[in-house]
């Protein structure tokens, strides 16, 4: 995620960032300047024909091409900011669970209470590379009551390590260091880390259906294609500027939402989930 100053505007104007929506579509843009020019040439120098002007049902179009991207907007942003407050919930859940267990556990069992924290922590880890593109067994703590390899060969390896933490609060009612209705509170700590991924992860595979998204594109390239047409006979070789500045607005604001749209990624604006496990890894290690 990108860290910036929103008070900064001579900054954020004028700084292109490789994420920029003006890098990504840069080529295209080029290719249809290109293309605009070639039309402008033909019809101004050569054919002259008299093109009546559209403005008023580009404009009109136009106008219901800016609704349909601002619904694609807060939609992309609903899902950004539900992954947020799912994320904010872990780092809450966390600390909650790892409070509890650092008090219920006795100092002079240190082997036990690092298997918790690493537990916990390798969960918070194993979840953020879940929801990208697999889990990194480098990240993940060891411990000699924490078979690594074994947990690596399960296809869900955050259901794997919870599975084990639970086996360890079970553990600690059979020991008689937790009452029974510490451990229902446990449970209901515990049971909120499933929730929390089981969230994720709907928001992970559920994008927007792919008709509505392949419609959108259809119809910002047809309105950009069609807009010369119309618009040649008003601002001659001016047309190339006006079609490439529309296209790259209504282009930027569909790129922006299908980045968004996937909040767990390493995209410059996806969730600074990388951020969020370390301080949940730096405020267990406190605790424990």
């Given at each position: 995620?990108v ?9 954020i ?5 490789k994420y ?7 080529p295209t ?7 605009t020019s070639?039309?402008c040439y033909?019809?101004?120098e ?7 002007s ?5 404009s ?5 091409i ?13 899902r ?7 994320w904010?919930?872990l ?5 909650n669970?790892?409070?509890k ?5 006795p100092?002079?069992?240190p082997e036990?209470?690092?298997?918790f924290?690493?537990?916990i ?16 067994p480098f990240e ?14 399960r296809?869900?390896v ?10 360890q609060?079970?553990?600690?009612k ?10 229902i509170?446990?449970?209901?700590e515990?049971?909120a ?21 392949a ?8 309105y950009?294609?069609?807009?010369p047409?119309?618009?040649v006979?008003d ?10 500045f529309?296209?790259y607005i ?8 299908e980045?968004?749209?996937d909040?767990?990624?390493t995209d410059?604006?996806?969730?600074p989930?990388d ?5 949940i890894q ?7």
């Amino acid at each position: 995620m990108v860290s910036y100053n929103p008070k900064s505007w001579f900054t954020i104007i004028f700084q292109l960032h490789k994420y920029d929506t003006f890098r990504q579509l840069l080529p295209t843009m080029v290719v249809l300047a290109v293309l605009t020019s070639v039309f402008c040439y033909v019809e101004i120098e050569l054919l002259n024909l008299e093109f009546t002007s559209t403005m008023a049902v580009h404009s009109l179009i136009g106008f219901v091409i800016s609704l349909l991207l601002v619904f694609r907007t807060n939609t992309a942003y609903d899902r950004w900011w539900e992954g947020r407050k799912q994320w904010g919930a872990l780092v809450n859940n966390t600390r909650n669970l790892s409070i509890k267990l650092s008090n219920i556990v006795p100092q002079d069992q240190p082997e036990r209470r690092q298997l918790f924290r690493v537990l916990i922590t390798n969960y918070v880890f194993a979840m953020k590379e879940h929801l990208r593109n697999g889990v990194l067994p480098f990240e993940l703590e060891n411990h000699p009551d924490f078979d690594l390899d074994k947990t690596m060969q399960r296809d869900h390896v955050p259901n794997a390590i919870a599975q084990q933490l639970y086996a360890q609060i079970l553990l600690l009612k059979k020991d008689g260091l937790i009452s029974e209705e510490q451990q229902i509170v446990l449970d209901s700590e515990f049971r909120a880390l499933t929730d929390i991924i089981g969230a994720c992860e709907r928001i992970k595979k559920t994008p927007i259906p792919y008709s509505y998204s392949a419609f959108i594109k259809k119809f910002i390239f047809l309105y950009v294609m069609s807009l010369p047409f119309g618009v040649v006979r008003d601002f001659g070789y001016s047309t190339i500027f006006v079609v490439v500045f529309i296209f790259y607005i209504l282009a930027s604001l569909e790129l922006i939402a299908e980045e968004i749209e996937d909040p767990f990624g390493t995209d410059a604006n996806d969730l600074p989930t990388d951020t969020l496990c370390l301080t949940i890894q730096k405020n267990l290690k406190e605790l424990f």
